[in-house]
């Protein structure tokens, strides 16, 4: 049984700065490609990063690009989310989730539906 467990988010002030933590266990989570999406009340799922098996390879959308950084520690069976400069619209709740499939070359999973497993989610708010 796969199991994610994030943490890290609060209460920041625009311009402020977190750091999203997610440990997975029961799975190889080493040859996982991971990905973090967050949500806001009545919205959908949104991705905000991805990262590949090694850590080699990373995506983001423009809404985050060049304030959020994804990255992981193989040995510690965990994937983090650096977020600098955060926004009020910044604010929602943050899942990571993980692939259990290999992602074809050159290709960046970005849809919920290509993610097998998910935590629970941490809220991360954002004052103006």
């Known amino acids: 049984q796969v199991q994610l467990v994030e943490s890290g988010g609060g209460l920041v002030q625009a311009g402020g700065s977190l750091r999203l933590s997610c440990v997975v266990s029961?799975?190889?989570?080493?040859?996982?490609?991971m990905g973090w999406f967050r949500q806001r009340p009545g919205q959908e799922r949104e991705f905000v990063a991805y990262i590949n098996w090694s850590g080699g390879t990373t995506y983001y959308p423009d809404s985050v690009k060049g304030r959020f950084s994804i990255s992981r520690a193989n040995a510690k069976n965990s994937v983090y989310l650096q977020m600098n400069s955060l926004k009020p619209e910044d604010t929602a709740v943050y899942y990571c989730?993980?692939?259990?499939?290999?992602?074809?070359?050159?290709?960046?999973?970005?849809?919920?539906?290509?993610?097998?497993?998910w935590g629970q989610g941490t809220q991360v708010t954002v004052s103006s």
């Open positions: 029961g799975g190889a989570f080493s040859s996982f490609p």
């Open positions: 989730a993980a692939r259990a499939r290999p992602v074809v070359a050159y290709t960046h999973p970005k849809t919920p539906s290509e993610y097998q497993y």
